[in-house]
């Protein structure tokens, strides 16, 4: 199957540094992806979904200049984490749509980023 | 908006016995679709099974099917003969058929499976 990678794995930052974690299709071009925040033990909550050349659509209750969203290519999106502080601290996942016919058009996992902010 | 339901926290099974996982969901839509997805303790989520809203036929894919009753919003999730690998969080899933909702999916709340030699 298609294959998205996330990077880094996790990442340890000081409070009010920033946090870029990058979402790849490696075999696929995605018009599409996700990022969804994951609390321990809680389910998946959407953040926004990106759209190649466009701005990002951001959840209510999610503050676009906190976690910006580049969506640069069919292959790359980005979740930068500005100015991170404790509270921010989570699992980070993206998933990238591959289109397709009704529910062939599947969404791939990457496999998550842990923030830790210090 | 849709809301998924998932009432069971935490199933326990035995090895090589039957479980089943709950899952309503609510919706006013005619055009969607469900998932159920697994994320063992890796935390990858893995796609297990999918179901569109106008098939009858229930989704099966080796040891895991579904019941799902569009009538009641009910999308249950039936693993046979359980496998230690089966240990994992589950999530039930909704997606859009429109495409005005962005395709995100909305997940339940989760179920995790213990599996019991």
């Known amino acids: 199957g298609a294959v998205v990678s996330q990077h880094p794995s996790r990442v340890i930052c000081k409070s009010g540094t920033s946090v870029k974690i990058e979402c790849r299709s490696l075999d696929f071009q995605a018009t599409t992806m996700f990022w969804y925040r994951q609390f321990p033990k809680k389910s998946l909550m959407l953040m926004a979904t990106s759209n190649e050349g466009s701005k990002a659509t951001y959840e209510q209750g999610v503050e676009k200049d906190k976690f910006l969203i580049n969506h640069a290519s069919l292959t790359l999106s980005t979740l930068t984490v500005t100015s991170a502080h404790p509270e921010d601290s989570s699992f980070y996942i993206c998933s990238a749509r591959a289109p397709g016919q009704g529910v062939q058009e599947t969404q791939y996992f990457g496999p998550g980023t842990r923030l830790l902010v210090l | ?117």
């Open chain 2, 1 to 117: 908006a849709q809301t998924v339901t998932q009432s069971q926290p935490e199933m326990s099974v035995q090895e090589a016995e039957t479980v089943t996982l709950s899952c309503t969901y609510d919706t006013s839509e005619s055009d969607y679709y469900l998932f159920w997805y697994k994320q063992p303790p890796s935390r990858q989520m893995i796609l297990v099974i999918r179901q569109e809203a106008y098939k009858q036929q229930n989704a099966t894919e080796n040891r895991f099917s579904v019941n799902f009753q569009k009538a009641a919003k009910s999308f249950s999730l039936k693993i046979s003969d359980s496998q230690l690998g089966d240990a994992a969080m589950y999530f039930c899933a909704y997606r859009s058929g429109y495409s005005n909702s962005g395709y995100a999916l909305n997940f339940g709340k989760g179920t995790s499976l213990l599996v019991t030699p």
